[in-house]
Structures are given as C-alpha cells and as structure tokens.
C-alpha cells in the first residue's frame, strides 16, 4: 500500500457530494486552535526562535552549472517574496506559525513557469483539505479571495509529523505545564487585587442600622487616607489588618514547568535572554533551528523545481553560519587551524577575523611549505641520496664511467 492509499485509508472518508470521487480529510490543518491561552514563556521562545530564523539567507545552488537560469528567483528568496513582505517579515512568520502552531504553510503563485510570489497563510485560513482523484486540495482564504489549489503548490512544514498522519499539527503534550502556569499567573493576579480590596476589619461594640455602618465606614476611610503615619481610633472600634493567605506555586516549581517549556522547543534560557554564549547558542541551533532549515530547504527544493530542474542539479539552499556567535578567541584558533592547510583562501581568515575582505581573496593559494617527503633534500638544495628512489643501474654505469674517465685525466696529467 503507497502513501497515498495510506493516507485515504486512515484520514478520508467518502462525503455525500456531487462527484463521488471528491472527499474530505476528517483531519487538517484547520485543527489548530488559535483560542488557547498561550502564556509569555511559551510566545517568548516563539519570537526568540522566529526571529533568529528571519535572518537566514536563502539561494539558488547548482554544482554543474551557475545556475542562471533561476537567478530570477534569488529576489523572491532574498529580497522580497511578495508585494507586502520583504523576506526578513516573510521567514519571521513562517517559523512563528511553524513553532506557535506546530504548521507553516507558503502559498507558491506562479506566473507561467516562474514564481511570481510566495505567500504565507494562517491555518485557520485553511477551509478544507480535500482529495480529488489522485491530487490533494487545499481551499484557503488569500487577501480576502478564497482560493483552492493542488498540494504542490504549497510550501508546507509539519513540526510533529508522525506515521498516522504526516499533516499531524496536535501536540498535546504542553497543554497541562500551560495550563497550570496560567492557573497561577491567574492566582497571583487575584492575590494581588484582593490584598488592595480589603485590608482592615473594623467592629464596633455598639449595635448600629445599616445607614450607620455606611456612614461610620465611609468616616474611617476618610481617617485612614489621610493617616501619615499613625491612624487613630477610639475604644469602640476594634480594628484587625487583613493578611493575605492566598496561595500559589513556588519560584522553584515555576522555574520546573518553564523548563518543560524550554525543553519543548529545543531553547535555554540564555537563549531567550540573548546572554548565550557559542556553546549554548550550538545547543539551540543544532537542537531547534537546524531541523527547521532542513525541512525548509527540502520543501523549496521540492516544490519550486520539476523534476527535470532537480535532475540536473538545481538544488535551495538555507545558508546560516554556526560560527555568527564564536568569539575572538575560538575564530582566532580556527585561522590559524585554518592557515595550516596546503591551501586556503584568504577570505575566509578575513571574515573569521573581521577584517575586510580583499580583492583577490577569494582566489585559491597553496602553501609552498609542503613537499613530498622523498623530495626535501632537493628542494632545499641539499646533496644527498634519495633513499626511496634509488639511482637506476644506468646512473650508477654512468657515474661509474664519468669517474673512470675522472682517473684516466689525472693520470695522463705529468706529475710534479
């Protein structure tokens, strides 16, 4: 059975409709509720990873060709996917939806065989998700338009796929740690106004109507607005201060569920507070961000190329550097590993080093410090016998020969 039978079986059950072949998911991306209380640990770890997702850098590679023809492509990617968006905004939504929601979703509006724009589009925007004979169909709202279109043209990035359902967006894992964090947040909020409601009890040892005891309280909170430093009150008012005994979660159990959070989303909390250093920061990445940067540069590559532009190599790439918060002193180490190499382009030791690139840096050098072992002795000019090349048995004659000769002279020389 194929994926696609797979998917019918488990999620599609046949509708009552005017073409027996049109059917409905029972389950889509629609199933997200946007009415849930979300409290400020789980939206700041959102943005946090939003926003340094928003500065990826997106291109066109291929390694056969330079890829020309698609070179159109780098100023939806790079610079300005739709009319409304500029792609630091586009990016930025696209992974708060894919970490809020556990769904991102990109509309790809084509104009012939080029992309004209890539929108992005709210879950809740999705009316239905439908099946029609061999084709998936997505009905959304668009600026105000409903449209309906074929799953290809979607950029669609799943957070917790599983084998059940590979369009899977419920998580229900964070709904208990969120659900008591807001129950306490609520209970502090309560504490705090019922602390400022009452706080003095004041009984009197005579019987009064109902107008007195107005009037003598409304007599007392004159007294005590205007009590500095002492408040005065006579022998028949009996007065107790209201403490308050509400209770709610400790700052150690506060700080245990907040870590249920962090661990939810792959972050720390250096990571939120921007104090992270280049360990905790390669922690983030490589637990959080990187499979986000996967998933996206497979879906582009998929779904903006055919399979014949895919065949010859045309490839999307998501370009980050893991070394943006190394510091001086890790880069320095990494030039110098660097300059060890046969050969290096200097460049690469300038942006490690922040310092300008040069002109022709970007050219290969090789290292004239780097002989083949057998070859010193002759590169440095030194006379001496090349143990793992041997002369032949020519040489040796020759050599022989040129001695002989050598003798022959001096013999033939009259001697003094």
């Known amino acids: 059975m194929g994926w696609f039978d797979k998917l019918k079986s488990l999620f599609i059950k046949q509708k009552a409709s005017n073409n027996a072949n049109f059917m409905t998911l029972d389950s889509g ?60 905004s586009f990016w930025y939504s696209l992974a708060y939806d894919f970490f809020f929601s556990g769904v991102a979703l990109a509309y790809i509006e084509w104009d012939g065989w080029k ?8 879950s809740k925007e999705v009316q239905d998700v439908r099946i029609k004979g061999h084709d998936i169909f997505i009905r959304f709202n668009l600026n105000g338009e409903v449209r309906e279109d074929v ?8 957070r917790h796929p599983n084998t059940n359902n590979p369009f899977n967006t419920y998580d229900p894992s964070m709904n208990k740690i969120l659900e008591i964090l807001a129950t306490n947040e609520e209970g502090i909020i309560k504490a705090i106004q019922n602390s400022n409601l009452i706080r003095f009890i004041v009984a009197s040892s005579a019987n009064m109507s109902e107008q007195q005891v107005i009037k003598k309280q409304e007599q007392f909170r004159d007294r005590l ?20 005994q509400s209770k709610w979660a400790t700052s150690d159990d506060v700080k245990e569920m907040k870590r249920e959070v962090y661990n939810f989303f792959g972050v720390n909390e250096k990571f939120l507070d921007s104090s992270y250093d280049e360990n905790s920061w390669q922690s983030v990445y490589d637990g959080a961000l990187e499979p986000f940067i996967t998933a996206l540069s497979q879906e582009l590559t998929i779904k903006l190329f055919t ?24 880069r320095i180490k990494l030039a110098e590993a660097y300059l060890k190499l046969p050969t290096i382009r200097p460049n690469v030791v300038c942006d490690l080093l922040y310092l300008p690139r040069l002109e022709n840096g970007d050219k290969e050098v090789q290292s004239l410090n780097y002989v083949a072992s057998n070859k010193v002795d002759a590169y440095q000019g030194v006379e001496g016998e090349d143990k ?29």
């Open 151 to 158: 799953l290809d043209n979607f950029i669609i990035l799943i």
């Open 115 to 122: 992309v004209a724009n890539l929108w992005t589009i709210s």
């Open 225 to 244: 607005d205007k009590a500095d430093s002492i408040l005065y009150v006579t022998n028949a008012e009996n007065l107790t201060q209201v403490s308050n």
């Open 307 to 330: 399979d014949r532009e895919f065949d010859v190599g045309n490839r999307i790439e998501v370009l980050t550097s893991p070394l943006q918060t190394a510091s001086l002193q890790t």
């Open 29 to 88: 991306f629609s199933s997200v509720s946007y009415e849930t209380a979300f409290n400020a640990t789980y939206c700041n770890c959102v943005s946090a990873l939003a926003r340094h997702l928003s500065k990826i850098e997106v291109g066109i590679s291929n390694e056969k060709s330079q890829g020309s023809s698609f070179r159109y492509l780098e100023k939806v990617l790079k610079y300005r996917p739709n009319p409304v968006q500029t792609a630091n």
């Open 388 to 416: 793992d090349n041997p002369p032949k048995e020519d040489d040796k004659d020759k050599d022989k020969g040129d001695e002989d000769n050598g003798k022959q002279q001096d013999e033939s020389e009259p001697k003094e």
